[in-house]
C-alpha cells in the first residue's frame, strides 16, 4: 500500500463548480499535512497547510480527519486558472522531516 | 532570496554516462530533499539531509545513485553509470524546521534528464 493516496483524476468540471479531492494516508503518526499545487512542466508550490480543525484560505477548504486517515481539499467557485494537479502531502511520523507526496489529481476547469 | 537553484536545467546524455545533478537550497535552510518525478511513480523522495546530514536515503534506487551535500549550500546528485530508465525530472527542496513542525518545502525548477 502506497503510504499516501489520491485518484489521480483527471477531474473535469465547468467554471464555477465545486470540487473535491480526498487523501488518504498509511501512517498514523504522520504529524503535519499539505496540499501543493503543480502546473504542468512547473515545480510544486504550496497551496495549504492543513489544520486539525480545517483551515479555510478564500475558495480554499482543506479538512483532516485523523480518525479515518484521510485529507480533504474543496475548491469552491472553480476558475480556469485552478486547472492544476494537486498533490497531498505528509510529513512522516515521529522524528523523521519526510514529506511523502501523493501521485497528485489532475484538475482541468472547462470554461 | 533567488529560491532553490538547481543546474542544469536541462540534460541529455547517452547510457553508461556519468551524470551529475546541481543544488543550492534557499539560505538558511537546514533541510534539503532530492525527488525524482515520472508520469508512472509521481514524486518520489530518493534523499534527504539534516544540516549537511544525510539523514534517510531509503529512496534511493540502486548503488548508481549518490548524493552528498558537502556544505549548506551545495548538494549533489549523481548517477553513474545512467540508464534510459532514469529519465525524469529531478528536483530539488529545501525547508527549514522550527520546533517539531514542518515549514513549507520550496523547490527549485528541477532538472529534466533525458538518457538515450
Known amino acids: 500500500r502506497k503510504e499516501v493516496e489520491q485518484d489521480p483524476g483527471p477531474f473535469n468540471v465547468p467554471e464555477g463548480a465545486t470540487v473535491a479531492f480526498n487523501c488518504t494516508y498509511s501512517?498514523?503518526?504522520?504529524?503535519?499535512f499539505f496540499w501543493y499545487r503543480q502546473d504542468c512542466r512547473k515545480e510544486p508550490k504550496l497551496l495549504m497547510s492543513v489544520y486539525s480543525s480545517g483551515n479555510e484560505d478564500g475558495r480554499f477548504t482543506a479538512q483532516l480527519n485523523r480518525a479515518s486517515q484521510y485529507i480533504s481539499l474543496l475548491i469552491r467557485d472553480s476558475k480556469l486558472s485552478d486547472s492544476a494537479t494537486y498533490l497531498c502531502v505528509v510529513k512522516g511520523g515521529g522524528a523523521t522531516n519526510k514529506l511523502i507526496f501523493g501521485t497528485g489529481t489532475l484538475l482541468a476547469v472547462q470554461p | 532570496d533567488a529560491g532553490v537553484i538547481q543546474s542544469p536545467r536541462h540534460e541529455v546524455t547517452e547510457m553508461g554516462q556519468e551524470v551529475t545533478l546541481r543544488c543550492k537550497p534557499i539560505?538558511?535552510?537546514?533541510?534539503l530533499f532530492w525527488y525524482r518525478q515520472t508520469m508512472m511513480r509521481g514524486l518520489e523522495l530518493l534523499i534527504y539531509f539534516n544540516n549537511n546530514v544525510p539523514i534517510d536515503d531509503s529512496g534511493m534506487p540502486e548503488d548508481r545513485f549518490s548524493a552528498k551535500m558537502p556544505n549548506a549550500s551545495f548538494s549533489t546528485l549523481k548517477i553513474q553509470p545512467s540508464e534510459p530508465r532514469d529519465s525524469a525530472v529531478y528536483f530539488c527542496a529545501s525547508s527549514l524546521a522550527r520546533g517539531d513542525k514542518s515549514t513549507e518545502a520550496f523547490f527549485g525548477q528541477g532538472t529534466r534528464l533525458t538518457v538515450v
Open positions: 539560505s538558511g535552510h537546514d533541510y
Open positions: 501512517n498514523s503518526a504522520s504529524q503535519s
